[in-house]
């Protein structure tokens, strides 16, 4: 069973997914584990642990699905966080006091896996810039299969790699999940940015990247289509930010000028992070603008305000963040991060790392 129940005191949405409990976890005690010390399901041979694939990539023409021989595979998550069907009828507030009290709605949408390399000791960082351009343009196709969902409003690509940023398995992939409800961040954002566009007529983050281009100090990268900085409110130590050049609703490039320049830029960093830290625990989270359902609505007050706005004032973005400090009580209890690490320091450091390893032409 999958539902979603919203804090009335927040407004934050809470995905409640009881069957993700059965899923295989190589890291009770935060221990990464080789191939050979378990059955790993996203590995060569083992198709038949997961769901049948909905996308594959690498087979020779006569190889039947599902076996293999692929270099990538796609199919909905074993264990999904969110359902095809819901589970229950849709929660319908008649104004009473529990409806406000306890909002919620089922928990339907999509999940799929990403499994982006036959090697199960592959990461993103391994991967050359091919490869990582091929990885990029599936989630691209996958996401807009997503959005054709009519009760998708929020579509979320993400990678999470190692023990501390919340991976169950060492085999290297991806996830999408694709929901009916957008996430207070989302919300947020999308507020934030209009109101910057209200009060400057610009776009927050085009500003903030040319701002970031000229001072210097927490740039990474820069090129004619992208730049990688390091926040200047970093939550955590290393934290990245990815920002395109094009303004548009998702950072997943369609032009193959843009589309390459992001894959060398993000393997670039990736690398360079590996090369700080060895392999670290990360997250890669892909920030996509939030969708109308069938019926026109964002099924939230705020975003339903902004109506079109919230889509075409959206900057397409993506996030890598490295999990080298935990969560303690008072991050968790009080929204507040504390990051140990100056994005300025960390910002010179990749930026040196980046130019000593810089790929021949």
């Known amino acids: 069973m999958s539902m979603l129940r919203q ?4 407004g934050r949405w809470v995905i409640i997914a009881t069957g993700r409990g059965g899923r295989p976890n190589e890291f009770p005690l935060l221990e990464r584990r080789g191939a050979a010390e378990g059955r790993c399901p996203f590995c060569p ?3 038949a642990d997961t769901t049948p694939e909905v996308l594959a990539l690498g087979r020779q023409p006569e190889a039947a699905p599902n076996s293999p021989g692929w270099r990538l595979r796609v199919f ?7 359902t095809a069907a819901p589970d229950r009828p849709e929660w319908t507030a008649d104004g009473g006091a529990a409806d406000d009290l306890f909002p919620g709605c089922a928990g339907h949408g999509r999940h799929e896996v990403v499994v982006y390399s036959p090697d199960h000791g592959a990461s993103l960082a ?3 810039a091919a490869g990582l351009a091929t990885l990029l343009d599936v989630v691209r196709q996958r996401t807009e299969s997503f959005r054709a969902e009519p009760g998708v409003r929020f579509v979320a690509p993400f990678c999470n790699h190692g023990p501390e940023a919340g991976a169950t398995l060492t085999h290297p992939h991806l996830q999408i999940i694709g929901s009916p409800r957008l996430p207070l961040l989302t919300v947020e954002k999308a507020q934030r940015l209009d109101a910057w566009r209200r009060a400057r007529g610009s776009c927050l983050l085009c500003d903030l990247a040319a701002a970031e281009r000229r001072d210097g100090a927490r740039l990474i990268a820069a090129d004619a289509h992208w730049t990688a900085l390091t926040p200047w409110a970093s939550r955590f130590p290393w934290e990245v930010l990815l920002v395109p050049t094009r303004h548009g609703p998702s950072p997943l490039e369609v032009e193959p000028a ?7 830029m993000l393997g670039g960093v990736l690398r360079g992070l590996q090369r700080a830290h060895g392999d670290l625990s990360l997250n890669v989270i892909f920030h996509l603008a ?5 019926d026109g609505s964002y099924a939230d007050p705020a975003l339903d305000a902004l109506g079109r706005r919230a ?9 890598v963040l490295p999990r080298l400090s935990r969560l303690a009580g008072f991050e968790a209890g009080t929204g507040y991060a504390i990051n140990a690490v100056e994005p300025e320091e960390a910002a010179a450091r990749l930026r ?6 810089r790929e021949k032409p």
């Open 290 to 294: 939030p969708g109308p359902g069938a």
């Open 352 to 357: 040196a790392s980046l130019a000593e390893h």
């Open 76 to 82: 909905p998550n074993l264990y999904p966080a969110v």
């Open 311 to 319: 889509v075409e004032q959206w900057h397409g973005h993506i996030e």
């Open 258 to 264: 843009a589309a390459a320049s992001l894959s060398a």
């Open 45 to 47: 041979g083992h198709e």
């Open 126 to 128: 391994t991967l050359d």
């Open 7 to 10: 804090d009335p005191l927040t």
